[in-house]
């Protein structure tokens, strides 16, 4: 039979402009386009907002502590969740001292993964419920999404974790949840941080402006190029995040550091200074909105890898 064409519109044609002087000249009854900047936000928008077949792990790493891999953990979790929808996971991944319990909301409980482990065989089994997990998990009700925390005022020795716990809390989150950000340790020698490699499907590195913290993410990339074939794809495909934590760190450093990962990650993103992400609580929409956009793309460079 002779094909015809379809009478249905098979592209979704681009919404007018919302923003600025266009958005406020389509309200007076125009249909201008959107800008090149807007369209950037929409595309990204886009790219966090995609529900992909079967779940996704990342991990943010560097081998140095203070080189932001709590926020930034907590501020992809936010992303993700606030456009893509609930489903979305922030697991702290660390025996020493971990914070991300102390930067997020706390539920009606003090639990964590410690207490989740005995239970992973039941939850795991036929009979087990989402909603099960809010007897572990620190729901964030203006970020939606949730969090497994550690227990930081333990001793490292108290909080280890073998690789088999590592694998039974992921394969409960991966059952649950469609996204798991990894917050991790700066041991890259301790199994937990080893066997959360072996389940990343994307590499996050946290780094700030300070030489030493970008040369701690350098030195993890290669060490991880020369570890396995699966962790130098990794390490090739990986982002790097590059937050200006010092409100004195002038532009050229921030270049500085932001050039030096292009060779060495698939993207580079940098953030700027906000005293919203200094201390306490994270919100991501108590961040001013140039941080906001910086962090939508952020999670967008981690959506094109999946």
């Known amino acids: 039979m002779r094909e015809r064409d379809s009478f249905l519109q098979t592209e979704r044609p681009e919404e007018p402009a919302r923003e600025g002087a266009r958005g406020a000249l389509n309200r007076l009854g125009l249909r201008i386009r959107p800008s090149a900047d807007e369209q950037s936000a929409r595309d990204d928008e886009l790219a966090v907002s995609q529900h992909w077949p079967g779940p996704r792990t990342i991990a943010v790493v560097n081998g140095k ?10 501020l992809l979790s936010a992303v993700f969740a606030r456009y893509g929808g609930a489903g979305v996971l922030a697991w702290d991944n660390n025996q020493t001292r971990g914070t991300l319990g102390w930067r997020t909301d706390t539920g009606a409980h003090d639990r964590t993964l410690l207490e989740l482990l005995p239970e992973a065989g039941r939850l ?5 419920q989402s909603a099960d997990l809010a007897h572990f998990m620190h729901h964030q009700p203006r970020e939606k999404y949730d969090v497994l925390r550690s ?7 108290e909080n280890r974790l073998s690789p088999t716990d590592v ?3 992921h394969a409960v989150a991966s059952k649950f949840y469609r996204l798991i950000v990894i917050d991790s340790g700066n041991d890259e020698s301790d199994p937990m941080w080893l066997r959360m490699i072996d389940h990343a499907d994307q590499l996050v590195i946290a780094t700030t402006t300070r030489a030493d913290h970008a040369e701690a993410g350098a030195l993890l990339i290669e060490a991880l190029e020369e570890r396995d074939e699966r962790s130098a794809r990794l390490a090739r495909e990986s982002v790097a995040v590059v937050s200006q934590a010092d409100p004195k760190a002038t532009a050229a450093e921030l ?13 580079v993103v940098s953030i700027p200074f906000d005293h919203e992400m200094v201390d306490g609580p994270l919100r991501y929409g108590a961040l001013n909105k140039r941080t906001q956009r910086a962090w939508l793309s952020a999670a967008a460079a981690v959506a094109r890898g999946f």
């Open 65 to 74: 502590g203070g080189a932001g891999k709590t926020p930034t953990t907590v």
């Open 124 to 128: 795991l089994g036929t009979g087990a």
């Open 151 to 157: 227990k930081p005022i333990r001793l490292a020795h």
């Open 255 to 267: 270049d500085h550091v932001t050039s030096g990962y292009r060779s060495l990650s698939r993207e």
């Open 167 to 169: 694998d039974a809390i």
